[in-house]
């Protein structure tokens, strides 16, 4: 007899999933805390209100429960790139590319920490190689969506004849710093009244460094 080759779960699996949504619920709601690298796995527990042993059942260690937060919100961040419509401008699509990524960065300070933190190449050589490749994977995508949309604009002349991934890692460097300096509370030293002004000076400045380099 054929199947629809849908994979139905158990009730066991079912609640296994949803208690492991618990743990990282109440992880990211403790990481709100400018310290969140202090928060243990007992803490969490607590606000999850289980066990500190059914933590470990799910996560083998703290660093596993960043990396499952932080693989989710680059997932959600990639779904989101994707609903930009394909027949758009080039530039109206690096523009929304950015005003997406801020948009889930300041919205989401704690899994945008966790985040961060996770792109460290110290972190992940500690983590198993199943999600070592996971995150591997997630960069690769994260890579050929980018690149997909910056090399039309280097063929046209759009922008600098040179490697997408050097214009990747422009881009990732002034996005990182802009992030980093609203965290640290270093914008208002820099005479700007409120932060959505200074974010959009810093994503004109993106776009205005793309196009500005073709026109050398």
């Known amino acids: 007899m054929p199947t629809s080759g849908k994979t139905t779960l158990s009730k066991k699996q079912i609640e296994f999933a949803k208690r492991e949504q618990e743990i990282l ?6 990481f709100e ?3 969140w690298e202090t928060v243990t796995v007992e803490q969490i527990s607590k606000k999850a209100e289980i066990g500190k042993g059914t933590v470990y059942k799910h996560f083998t260690c703290k660093e ?3 990396a499952n937060i932080s693989t989710s919100f680059i997932r959600r961040i990639l779904l989101t790139y994707q609903q930009i419509p394909e027949q758009a ?26 985040s961060f933190y996770c792109k460290r190449a110290d972190f992940r050589e500690r983590l198993t190689v199943e999600l070592r490749q996971e995150f591997e994977e997630l960069d690769e995508q994260f890579e050929s969506y980018i690149g997909s949309i910056l090399l039309p604009g280097i063929e046209s002349g759009l922008f600098p004849d040179m490697p997408v ?6 881009l990732e460097a002034t996005f990182d710093g802009a992030i980093s300096m609203i965290w640290n509370g270093d914008m208002n030293c820099k005479h700007v ?14 776009i205005a460094g793309l196009v500005g380099l073709a026109k050398k």
């Open 89 to 114: 401008q080039i530039i109206d699509s690096i523009k929304e590319i950015i005003s997406i990524s801020f948009d889930f960065f300041l919205n989401n300070p704690a899994e945008a920490r966790v």
């Open 25 to 30: 619920k109440a992880a990211i709601s403790l």
């Open 64 to 66: 596993e429960i960043y």
């Open 33 to 35: 805390n400018p310290h």
């Open 165 to 170: 991934e050097h214009l990747m890692m422009g």
């Open 193 to 206: 009244d409120n932060q959505e002004t200074y974010v959009n000076i810093v994503s004109e400045y993106m």
